[in-house]
């Protein structure tokens, strides 16, 4: 195989003019080797020769250029790099101050911080349901859903063969009972007399033992479907029995067919009422002492709550702290209505900060502040365009709660209008620990 020497001093696609010895300087021409006619290929754009060399040796200074470019960015001395890492460190205590959001000092308006899941828990007298006594059939019903009733209204009424037996048992041995008594009384004279026997007594005796047992039972069984004296003279009368609500309130479940047949313990009716209730409130971490708390309902019920709770519990499984409060002026509930807790303060001590504007060191929380002077009227984010304030200084606040990005603390020194790093962590520098002076130390 042999290999094509071109010749570099010649512009690509040009004839070789050059003399020659066998041919007597005449041009060289090239022959095609097959007499077949080689495929057409596109026109690619002429160069000029001097062109051509200059963006050669441009495309070599820029291959040298790149090759020194780092030695270029190198510190050119030790005190050079010292600075480097000077800057690289955090740079002075102003920059990083300039460079941080100051937030105003606020009164607690965060929703998160100030508001509890509630609910209402009412007593059990709060509401009712009616359940058949023993296996009956309805008969009718009184009451649609949605009723008001009071205290001894009639809901349901049924047929129980078992109560109505228990009634039937009750009336006829009072005046067997009566019977076998005197019989006795008259055989224990005879007896005495030496007319009968012993025997003659002990059959009454027996009697009257069997017809007592009779008696206890029908009684228990008709006390046990809370039936008194008065409707058992009424259940023999109409057969039926009549389900009558225990509690005033209205009818919210209603299950009743005529006719159909109920088994004992099926519910027939439940009826919602109100009654002394206590507002359990769900909450993580601690309530702020001597703070002022009202329950708001999704009823449009709105009252105090009283200032310590009844009893507090931990829930199971999620760990959040379970408090019931009652109501301040003791009043009656429904229950289950939901709501929220809100919580309000007076106390000046107790503010608003932006949670990530606290830092935490050996069990205790700082803020940096730059100087206020009263009330905020501006608001917004500070970046150090205005006013300057001069250096920071690390405040110890105490943090009742915090919540999404808020925190809830008490602090004597801050005031509303004073400004807080947003990042207490730059502007109070890394590595730099605040003490329980006023100005902190440094390691």
């Keep these: 195989m042999s290999a094509t020497i071109h010749d570099i001093s010649r512009p690509p696609n040009?004839?070789?003019?050059?003399?020659?010895?066998?041919?007597?300087?005449?041009?060289?021409?090239?022959?095609?080797?097959?007499?077949?006619?080689?495929?057409?290929?596109?026109?690619?754009?002429?160069?000029?020769?001097l062109d051509h060399l200059d963006r050669l040796r441009g495309l070599a200074l820029l291959t040298w250029i790149c090759a020194l470019a780092p030695a270029c960015t190198a510190p050119t001395s030790e005190d050079d790099a010292a600075q480097d890492a000077h800057a690289n460190a955090g740079g002075g205590e102003g920059e990083r101050s300039?460079?941080?959001?100051?937030?105003?000092?606020?009164?607690?308006?965060?929703?998160?911080l100030l508001e509890l899941p509630a609910q209402v828990v009412?007593?059990?007298?709060?509401?009712?349901?009616l359940d058949a006594p023993f296996q009956g059939t309805v008969v009718a019903a009184s009451v649609d859903v949605g009723d008001r009733v009071v205290v001894g209204d009639g809901v349901v009424e049924l047929?129980?063969?078992?109560?109505?037996?228990?009634?039937?048992?009750?009336?006829?041995t009072s005046a067997q009972l009566d019977s076998h008594q005197a019989r006795r009384e008259r055989l224990e004279a005879l007896r005495g007399d030496g007319l009968v026997g012993a025997g003659d007594v002990f059959d009454i005796e027996s009697g009257i033992g069997k017809l007592s047992a009779e008696r206890r039972l029908a009684l228990a069984t008709l006390q046990s479907a809370g039936i008194d004296a008065d409707e058992r003279r009424a259940l023999l009368r109409r057969g039926t029995v009549i389900l009558r609500a225990p509690i005033e309130g209205v009818v919210a479940d209603l299950d009743a067919v005529p006719g159909a047949v109920v088994d004992a313990g099926e519910s027939l009716a439940q009826i919602l009422g109100q009654g002394r209730a206590r507002i359990e409130v769900a909450y993580s971490g601690a309530l702020p002492e001597g703070v002022e708390l009202e329950f708001i309902g999704l009823d449009g019920s709105r009252f105090a709550l009283a200032s310590a709770p009844v009893a507090t519990a931990?829930?199971?499984?999620?760990?959040?702290?379970?408090?019931?409060?009652?109501?301040a002026d003791e009043r009656q509930?429904?229950?289950?209505?939901?709501?929220?807790v809100s919580i309000s303060s007076t106390d000046a001590s107790i503010l608003e900060v932006p949670r990530r504007a606290l830092r935490l060191h050996e069990g205790k929380a700082f803020v940096a502040r730059r100087g206020g002077g009263g009330e905020d009227r501006?608001?917004?984010?500070?970046?150090?365009?205005?006013?300057?304030?001069?250096?920071?200084?690390?405040?110890?606040?105490?943090?009742?709660?915090?919540?999404?990005?808020?925190?809830?603390?008490?602090?004597?020194?801050?005031?509303?209008?004073?400004?807080?790093?947003?990042d207490a962590q730059t502007v109070l520098g890394i590595g730099r620990e605040p003490s329980a002076g006023e100005g902190g130390h440094q390691h």
């Design 333 to 340: 509930l429904s229950d289950g209505v939901r709501g929220r």
């Design 314 to 327: 931990i829930e199971p499984g999620l760990g959040r702290v379970l408090a019931w409060y009652e109501p």
């Design 378 to 422: 501006g608001g917004g984010e500070d970046r150090g365009g205005g006013e300057d304030r001069g250096e920071p200084e690390v405040v110890e606040v105490q943090v009742l709660r915090s919540a999404g990005s808020s925190a809830l603390v008490r602090s004597e020194v801050l005031r509303v209008g004073d400004r807080v790093a947003a």
């Design 14 to 49: 040009q004839p070789d003019t050059r003399p020659n010895d066998r041919h007597d300087c005449k041009p060289v021409t090239s022959t095609p080797r097959h007499t077949r006619p080689a495929k057409a290929r596109p026109k690619q754009p002429r160069l000029d020769y």
């Design 159 to 172: 047929r129980v063969p078992v109560l109505l037996e228990a009634a039937a048992v009750l009336a006829g």
């Design 98 to 112: 300039a460079a941080t959001a100051w937030i105003p000092v606020e009164r607690p308006t965060d929703a998160a």
């Design 122 to 129: 009412a007593s059990a007298a709060s509401h009712s349901r």
